[in-house]
């Protein structure tokens, strides 16, 4: 018999398991977030240095410093989304303020002459550089004759009597959202197939075959990943320069996955007499926790004017506490009725894959510069470690081993002075971590980036441009046609540098 309020599992304490793959990936990519002068030159800044953000990028780059340094960088974000699904397309925008960094560099000489052999300057940078953001905005709308979600409702709901949706009091994720479906009478139990007793196993939506809805979903989400980084350089005969960065970060990621459907006018009544006019179903995460990484680096000068750099990344390794909860509601003409899930809190370790990074730079005299950038990523060695109450994540691990695989990301910049003024420009191309054969596996990231700066004494001002497009598909729910999304992304970025 099913309630109009739940009440008894609303107290219930349990888990409702909302990781995926997804949660991995999304710890474990990174675009080119920095300073004004590393975000105009594409973000190829291996084998150049003197930059803040390059402590973590490469952290020889802060052998590379001859002075103390003091440097700032707002941003301004504008990211619009364009969503077509089922014939309709919206475009949704947003625009934001953000700190992509700010770090103290102190240079100390050792010796009275930068031309003697040996070690040449001991430096240390402290600061905090932006990894990445996750504000975001996407509507999909359109209209669908074809199926509705309660046909996945139903589908999930198969296999449990409607005593045991009365009385779930399991862990399974998909069972609760059968039960939240079944109390808010948006399936309905099967007659035609009735097992010895007369009860059912099997369930059918709240439509009649051939009825259409109205479709809407909107996820939005928010927060982002900083990195507050610890390092030490040095410069070694003024050819060599290493470093080395501990890296501690924080994640806060919040999203909400917003569902709804309302009924054609020409839709008839059920059987029963139930006439379904809208429903609306609802996902809501947040994910906070901290995680710690070290990289080590190193710039080779073999000549005046070339530089090779190469740095190494190790996995991040991050403890995330998770909360989590769904609601559904439901509107007929002859009730309205809502329901929810418990709040599921959880906590579990996550390890993003190790990062190998090889640069070269070629310079003309003090006048230009040319630098590309390589960079490998196996995501296959993403994991989830053990949960809170011991769960493995055997299967997610799976998962993940089966639908991703290593690629390659590609970074280009030039840069050209005029006097006290340089011009920059930069490309990226980021490859797409799906295995060949997955229907995700062309999807891929382009960032064009430009700007230029300014040195006034020992002040340095720095202007960026930054775009990024790439396109992705998902699908509403499992059974749905196939959301086409386009991205474009525009980054301003200023840096105030003082040196010291």
Not at 28 to 43: L, Q, T, W
């Amino acid at each position: 018999m099913r309630k109009t309020f739940l009440i008894l599992i609303c107290l219930l304490p349990i888990s409702i398991f909302a990781q995926g793959p997804s949660d991995v990936l999304r710890l474990s990519s990174y675009y080119s977030y920095g300073s004004a002068r590393m975000v105009s030159m594409g973000g190829a800044f291996g084998a150049l240095g003197s930059e803040f953000s390059s402590l973590s990028y490469n952290p020889a780059g802060l052998g590379v410093f001859r002075s103390s340094e003091f440097s700032f960088t707002p941003s301004l974000k504008i990211r619009n989304d364009r969503a077509e699904y089922l014939n309709s397309s919206y475009t949704d925008s947003r625009t934001r303020v953000l700190v992509d960094n700010f770090g103290l560099v102190g240079s100390f000489s050792r010796l009275e002459s930068e031309e003697e052999k040996g070690l040449v300057r001991l430096n240390f940078g402290i600061g905090y550089n932006r990894l990445n953001d996750f504000y975001s905005e996407t509507t999909a709308l359109g209209e669908n004759s074809i199926n509705s979600i309660m046909d996945l409702f139903a589908s999930s709901a198969q296999g449990y009597t409607p005593l045991e949706l009365d009385s779930f009091t399991g862990a399974n994720r998909d069972a609760w959202t059968s039960v939240m479906a079944w109390y808010t009478y948006l399936i309905n139990p099967n007659e035609d197939l009735l097992v010895p007793g007369g009860d059912t196993l099997h369930y059918v939506a709240a439509l009649n075959q051939g009825d259409g809805v109205y479709q809407d979903q909107s996820i939005s989400s928010r927060g982002g990943v900083g990195e507050y980084t610890f390092s030490l350089g040095a410069n070694i005969a003024n050819s060599l320069y290493l470093g080395a960065t501990i890296g501690v970060q924080n994640v806060y990621y919040e999203s909400n996955v917003y569902y709804a459907e309302s009924a054609f006018e020409s839709n008839q009544p059920l059987a029963n007499g139930d006439l379904f006019r809208s429903l609306n179903y609802n996902q809501s995460l947040l994910l906070t926790g901290n995680g710690y990484n070290l990289k080590v680096g190193a710039i080779y000068r073999p000549l005046p004017s070339v530089r090779l750099g190469f740095a190494v990344h190790t996995p991040t390794f991050y403890d995330i506490s998770e909360e989590y909860f769904e609601t559904m509601g439901s509107v007929f003409n002859v009730r309205n009725v809502s329901d929810e899930t418990p709040a599921n809190l959880y906590d579990y370790k996550i390890e993003s894959p190790y990062k190998l990074i090889g640069s070269v730079a070629y310079t003309f005299g003090t006048k230009a510069l040319i630098s590309v950038d390589y960079e490998f990523i196996d995501y296959a060695k993403m994991r989830f470690g053990k949960g809170g109450d011991g769960y493995k994540f055997i299967d997610e691990n799976q998962d993940i081993k089966s639908n991703y695989t290593s690629t390659f990301n590609l970074k280009t910049g030039a840069e050209y002075w005029i006097g006290s003024l340089a011009l920059r420009a930069g490309y990226a191309y980021y490859g797409s971590p799906y295995i060949d054969g997955n229907e995700y596996a062309a999807s891929h990231t382009d960032i064009f980036s430009g700007g230029f700066g300014l040195a006034i004494n020992s002040v340095n001002l720095d202007w960026a441009y930054q775009r990024i497009q790439f396109n992705d598909k998902y699908r509403p729910y499992l059974i749905a046609s196939m959301v086409n999304r386009d991205v474009a992304q525009d980054r301003f970025v200023f840096t105030v540098r003082y040196k010291f």
